[in-house]
C-alpha cells in the first residue's frame, strides 16, 4: 500500500481580521513520491497552503497530515521538529546565505535540525557531485557563483536529508525559459532519486507540462478558495 505524503480533510482555514477569504478543501490526497503542480493567480491562497503544509501557520478546523504526522494536532515546537527533519524548501530568491561555502550552505538543514555534520559531508558532496557541482568549488562563497550553480546547490540543500516533502515556492519567476527548464529538470531528477515529493508552486501555466498532476487554486464569487 502506498503512503500519503500529504492527506488533508475538511480543512477550512481564513486569516483573522477584516475580510471575507477563506480557504476550503474538503479532501486532498498526495501519495508519497509524486510531483505536483499547484497552480493559482495571485491572492489564491497558494502560500497559505503551503505554510499550513511546511507547519508554519496552525490548523484548527480540519485535520492535515504530512506523512504519519498530525500537524493539526501538533504543537508548535512539535511542527518545528517536522519542519527541520521532514520538509525541504526552494525560495524564490534561493536564500543561500552569501558568506558560507557550497558545503555550509547544503549542509544547513542539517544543522538546524541538530544532526552532526560529519555523518552528511559525504552526502554533500555527493548530491553536489551528480548535480555538476566541481569539486574545486565546494569551498568558495556562495556569493562568488552563478545564479545557475547557486540554484544548484539551493536544490542540494533542500535534499540533504532525504526529506519526505519538498515545497518549492515560485522558483522560478525570475528565470528565462531555458535556466527555468533546467533547474525544474534537475529538481525533479534529484528528487526522483530520493522518493521524495515534490509540491511546486507557480502562477506560471507553462510550468505544469513538467509535472504528472496540476491542482488549481480556484476562488469563486464568494471569496472561498479551493484545491481541484
Not at 39 to 62: C, E, F, M
Not at 85 to 99: D, E, M, R
Not at 146 to 165: M, N, T
Request: with cysteine.
Amino acid at each position: 500500500m502506498q503512503v500519503n505524503a500529504v492527506a488533508i480533510n475538511q480543512l477550512t482555514f481564513a486569516w483573522p481580521g477584516p475580510g471575507t477569504w477563506r480557504l476550503s478543501i474538503e479532501k486532498l490526497q498526495i501519495r508519497r513520491g509524486e510531483q505536483v503542480f499547484i497552480k493559482g493567480p495571485s491572492g489564491s491562497g497558494k502560500s497559505t497552503l503551503l505554510s499550513i503544509l511546511a507547519g508554519i501557520t496552525a490548523v484548527r478546523d480540519g485535520e492535515v497530515w504530512v506523512g504519519n504526522h498530525p500537524l493539526h494536532r501538533l504543537s508548535a515546537s512539535q511542527r518545528d521538529h517536522l519542519r527541520a527533519n521532514s520538509i525541504g524548501f526552494v525560495f524564490q530568491q534561493l536564500n543561500l546565505i552569501p558568506y558560507l561555502n557550497l558545503l555550509d550552505n547544503v549542509l544547513l538543514p542539517v544543522h538546524f535540525a541538530g544532526h552532526s555534520l560529519h555523518d552528511y559531508k559525504t552526502r554533500a558532496a555527493e548530491l553536489l557531485g551528480r548535480l555538476d557541482i566541481a569539486q574545486d568549488l565546494f569551498h568558495r562563497p556562495a556569493s562568488q557563483l552563478s545564479v545557475g550553480q547557486q540554484q544548484r546547490v539551493a536544490i542540494a540543500r533542500a535534499l540533504i536529508g532525504k526529506p519526505a516533502l519538498l515545497i518549492a515556492d515560485e522558483p522560478t519567476s525570475a528565470l528565462d525559459a531555458d535556466n527555468r527548464d533546467a533547474f525544474l529538470k534537475l529538481l525533479l531528477e534529484q528528487s526522483k532519486a530520493v522518493q521524495t515529493t515534490v509540491l511546486f508552486v507557480s502562477h506560471d501555466d507553462a510550468l505544469k507540462q513538467h509535472f504528472p498532476r496540476v491542482l488549481s487554486m480556484q476562488t469563486d464569487q464568494g471569496n472561498v478558495t479551493t484545491c481541484l
